[in-house]
């Protein structure tokens, strides 16, 4: 099976069957979340949100460039007080438990510039429990309502941010281990370098690169 990160298979629970799976060849370091406690994690989310506006999601790594879920606009948006950094170690996915994947998240201090995505009021539900799927499953994320700026106007977002307490966050790397690690890596959905690529290009053609990621690349060694 050629395993892909898409609608569909958020929908129909492929790529949850899989992340089950590969817990149980080579456990996690913490339990998967069920899906009633996605349930009450995302209804304390949305307690916070008029049903009849529109939603913001605030994307700063692979939402940016394969969201798998429907939106109305996108514009690029600033984030204070959180920084995009390879903090997360993955044994699934871009790597196995021998070539450990790294994979962005957002954590604190600093500043992100990614983009904002707005949800209609009439789907919020039911695209968030997509993206509830895709992001909260292995709890190494939380979600946390952010303060979004693009050009002089503000406005509330939804974003993911990293669980600082799960055994798989990394407080510090360097640039050289962390484009160490990205080199080796490998799994089902491809190579950690593909992912670094990827969320490099699509920042460049928004206009929105990041030193942080540059350093990184150009510690790559050669493939």
């Not at 339990?31 to 995302?42: F, H, I, K, N, S």
């Not at 491809?190 to 540059?214: F, I, K, Q, V």
Request: glycine share 8%; proline share 5%; aromatic share 8%.
């Amino acid at each position: 099976m050629i395993l892909k990160l898409t609608r569909e298979s958020l929908l129909d629970g492929t790529l949850r069957a899989y992340r089950e799976s590969q817990a149980l060849i080579s456990p996690n370091d913490t339990p998967q979340r069920t899906e009633a406690e996605m349930a009450a994690l995302l209804d304390a989310s949305l307690a916070r949100h008029d049903p009849a506006q529109d939603l913001w999601v605030f994307g700063y790594g692979s939402l940016i460039w394969n969201p798998a879920f429907e939106y109305a606009e996108v514009r690029p948006a600033h984030l204070h007080g959180w920084h995009r950094r390879f903090c997360l170690k993955m044994f699934m996915g871009r790597g196995t438990r021998e070539t450990p994947a790294l994979v962005l998240a957002l954590d604190r201090g600093g500043a992100c510039r990614g983009l904002a995505f707005r949800i209609k009021a009439p789907v919020v539900r039911q695209e968030l429990e997509i993206l509830w799927q895709r992001e909260m499953f292995g709890g190494a994320y939380h979600a946390r309502w952010v303060m979004l700026r693009a050009g002089e106007e503000r406005f509330p977002a939804l974003t993911f941010v990293i669980n600082t307490a799960h055994p798989r966050y990394i407080k510090e790397l360097s640039a050289a281990q962390t484009a160490a690690m990205i080199a080796a890596a490998k799994g089902d959905l491809g190579t950690c370098r593909e992912y670094l690529e990827n969320t490099m290009a699509h920042l460049h053609a928004l206009g929105l690169d990041d030193a942080g990621l540059a350093r990184v690349a150009a510690a790559l060694p050669n493939p």
